[in-house]
């Protein structure tokens, strides 16, 4: 993340020699984040807007902005499963 940007920026680093970078409206104050179980979304917290940033890494683009509780901190230990 790009942090005080409200940008997510991903590089594809499949072809060292042709890097295609992705930039991603989110949210401001974009502070800590990881992959869910599977590795196809990536969460990232935006502490000081009260959201989380759900980015789908197969489609390059924001799947969801989630309003949370005050100051969300997942840190990396942090797993998120779907009931």
Known sequence: NA???GNVMMVDYSDLNNLKTTTI???K????GGFEST???FMDAANASNKIAVIDTKEDKLTKLIEVGKTPHPGRGANFVDP
Request: net charge neutral.
């Open 29 to 32: 104050f974009l502070h800590d």
């Open 3 to 5: 942090k005080e940007t």
């Open 25 to 27: 409206s989110s949210a």
């Open 39 to 41: 590795h196809r979304y």
